[in-house]
Nanobody, 123 residues
Framework: QVQLVESGGGLVQSGGSLRLSCAASGLTFSRYAMAWFRQAPGKERDFIAAITWSGGGTEYADTVKGRFTISRDNAKKTVYLQMDSLKPEDTAVYYC????????????????WGQGTQVSVSS
């Protein structure tokens, strides 16, 4: 049974930082591209960042490029999202996702999803 469990969300002031983690189990983690998406209330779930199975390649949405950094530790079966210079508009539920194949930016390309972790940024 595949499980993706996010952690690290919380409430932070504008300009602050948070580091999200997503621990995977039940899959050969090193074969999967991993991604982070987010969903604000009343909005679609949007792509944020993705990383290749090896960690050698990354992609970012324009809205977070230069502020967020995705990384992974295959030995720990964990993917991370370091979020710096947070803004109120970053407030959302953040989800990690796994895909057996190359990185992608579309929700339907991903095979497994976590339950999400809430990030709230106050102004």
């Amino acid at each position: 049974q595949v499980q993706l469990v996010e952690s690290g969300g919380g409430l932070v002031q504008s300009g602050g930082s948070l580091r999200l983690s997503c621990a995977a189990s039940g899959l050969t983690f090193s074969r999967y591209a991993m991604a982070w998406f987010r969903q604000a209330p009343g909005k679609e779930r949007d792509f944020i960042a993705a990383i290749t199975w090896s960690g050698g390649g990354t992609e970012y949405a324009d809205t977070v490029k230069g502020r967020f950094t995705i990384s992974r530790d295959n030995a720990k079966k964990t993917v991370y999202l370091q979020m710096d210079s947070l803004k109120p508009e970053d407030t959302a539920v953040y989800y990690c996702a796994a895909r057996l194949g190359p990185v992608g930016r579309l929700k339907h390309e991903y095979d497994y999803w976590g339950q999400g972790t809430q990030v709230s940024v106050s102004s």
